[in-house]
């Protein structure tokens, strides 16, 4: 970016995060959510020890300082004082698909595994409080470790972060960090400056597709800026996204001669389209990894398949054929079930654990 838009940017004040506290807040949280001494409910009442929902309520304050301290630890991006040398990766979306949004299988299966929330654009507080998943092992474990995957933006995030920084810029006024891409906060008046210096700096552009104005003219400046085989389009994931997705690869074939795709995936189903240099357009549907993978990595995605062969091209080489999905046994769905009974199992002894290290601590003190 030029030292203007520079010196402007950074002027936008920028949510509060710090890494260290985003630790703290995270651990404190675990803490608490498996160490709360229930006992002392007794003292205000026996019988609310023995309420599920006080229960939930009272063990409910470790998963806010868990989720707060996954956002507060999330990074900010400085380009003044970025020492990454490689070229960032530009994330382009509407502000409103922040936190929103998965490429996630929306199956039963990957919501057993913690990893799919039905009904995830509801509000915070009525998924924290009232879901099973925001209480599920693997859910905790990846947002204590950083490996949520949960929504859109941390899939792509994951996908990218070998290949550079994945950057976006953050939406004015919000008072949380989104987890995901590594945020520039920019006045109003320099967005535009902002995103053109940004986009001759990356070295890929993704632009998940939404109704947007904002994003209509940003996707006219991709396709003006960016080399097309450094463009990577993401479907819409919104209710009739395919009749949404077919208008705008008209409007693209109308207005930059972009090629409409022969056939879109089922509907509902998220895709990703790319383009080679000669302007011939590739999709790519989202490749799932085994079952028995979910738990372990707290994502179904298969970020490798499914990235691999737009990575490949991005410098004009030669691509391979998107990847197809791999057949799956029910053996393998099957075994997978006996993963998150582990996970149970394996909490279940750390915090059996972390008891008998406190009872420990205490009787050396007296």
């Given at each position: 970016m030029n030292e203007l838009?520079?010196?402007?940017?950074?002027?936008?004040?920028?949510?509060?995060?710090?890494?260290?506290?985003g630790l703290f807040m995270r651990v404190f949280g675990v803490v608490w959510m498996f160490c709360f001494p229930l006992e002392e409910l007794d003292e205000i009442n026996p019988d609310l020890r023995n309420n599920f929902m006080v229960s939930v309520l009272a063990l409910s304050p470790g998963f806010l300082l868990l989720t707060l301290g996954y956002k507060v630890g999330s990074r900010?991006?400085?380009?003044?004082?970025n020492r990454d040398k490689r070229r960032p990766i530009l994330y382009l979306r509407s502000f409103a698909a922040d936190g929103r949004g998965t490429l996630q299988p929306r199956t039963w299966l990957a919501f057993y595994h913690g990893i799919y929330l039905p009904f995830s654009d509801t509000a915070t507080l009525l998924k924290t409080v009232l879901f099973f998943n925001f209480w599920h092992p693997v859910k905790i474990f990846g947002l204590l470790f950083g490996?949520?995957?949960?929504?859109?933006e941390e899939t792509l995030w994951s996908a990218f972060k070998k290949l550079g920084r994945?950057?976006?810029?953050g939406s004015p006024g919000e008072k949380l960090a989104t987890p995901g891409a590594d945020r520039l906060y920019v006045e109003d008046h320099v967005w535009k400056e902002s995103v053109e210096s940004l986009l001759r700096d990356a070295q890929v552009v993704v632009v998940r597709l939404a109704a947007s104005s904002g994003l209509e003219w940003e996707l006219s400046q991709v396709f003006r800026i960016v080399p097309i085989e450094r463009i990577l389009l993401l479907s819409s994931d919104v209710h009739g996204n395919n009749e949404f997705n077919g208008r705008v690869f008209t409007w693209l074939n109308r207005s930059f001669g972009v090629p409409f795709p022969a056939e879109l995936p089922a509907e509902f189903e998220p895709f990703l389209v790319y383009f080679e240099t000669d302007r011939t357009t590739?999709?790519?549907q989202i490749v799932l990894k085994s079952p028995i993978l979910w738990s372990l990595s707290c994502s179904a995605v298969d970020v490798r398949d499914t990235f691999s062969s737009f990575i490949q091209g991005i410098n004009?080489?030669?691509r391979k054929s998107p990847c197809?999905?791999?057949?799956?046994s029910r053996l393998e769905s099957f075994v997978s079930l006996l993963i998150v009974p582990a996970f149970v199992i394996l909490?279940?002894?750390?915090v059996v654990l972390s008891l008998i290290a406190t009872s420990f601590v205490e009787s050396l003190v007296s």
């Amino acid at each position: 970016m030029n030292e203007l838009t520079v010196r402007q940017a950074l002027k936008h004040k920028a949510p509060f995060r710090s890494r260290l506290l985003g630790l703290f807040m995270r651990v404190f949280g675990v803490v608490w959510m498996f160490c709360f001494p229930l006992e002392e409910l007794d003292e205000i009442n026996p019988d609310l020890r023995n309420n599920f929902m006080v229960s939930v309520l009272a063990l409910s304050p470790g998963f806010l300082l868990l989720t707060l301290g996954y956002k507060v630890g999330s990074r900010t991006f400085d380009p003044v004082r970025n020492r990454d040398k490689r070229r960032p990766i530009l994330y382009l979306r509407s502000f409103a698909a922040d936190g929103r949004g998965t490429l996630q299988p929306r199956t039963w299966l990957a919501f057993y595994h913690g990893i799919y929330l039905p009904f995830s654009d509801t509000a915070t507080l009525l998924k924290t409080v009232l879901f099973f998943n925001f209480w599920h092992p693997v859910k905790i474990f990846g947002l204590l470790f950083g490996r949520d995957r949960f929504t859109t933006e941390e899939t792509l995030w994951s996908a990218f972060k070998k290949l550079g920084r994945f950057v976006a810029i953050g939406s004015p006024g919000e008072k949380l960090a989104t987890p995901g891409a590594d945020r520039l906060y920019v006045e109003d008046h320099v967005w535009k400056e902002s995103v053109e210096s940004l986009l001759r700096d990356a070295q890929v552009v993704v632009v998940r597709l939404a109704a947007s104005s904002g994003l209509e003219w940003e996707l006219s400046q991709v396709f003006r800026i960016v080399p097309i085989e450094r463009i990577l389009l993401l479907s819409s994931d919104v209710h009739g996204n395919n009749e949404f997705n077919g208008r705008v690869f008209t409007w693209l074939n109308r207005s930059f001669g972009v090629p409409f795709p022969a056939e879109l995936p089922a509907e509902f189903e998220p895709f990703l389209v790319y383009f080679e240099t000669d302007r011939t357009t590739r999709i790519q549907q989202i490749v799932l990894k085994s079952p028995i993978l979910w738990s372990l990595s707290c994502s179904a995605v298969d970020v490798r398949d499914t990235f691999s062969s737009f990575i490949q091209g991005i410098n004009g080489g030669q691509r391979k054929s998107p990847c197809r999905q791999k057949k799956r046994s029910r053996l393998e769905s099957f075994v997978s079930l006996l993963i998150v009974p582990a996970f149970v199992i394996l909490v279940l002894l750390l915090v059996v654990l972390s008891l008998i290290a406190t009872s420990f601590v205490e009787s050396l003190v007296s």
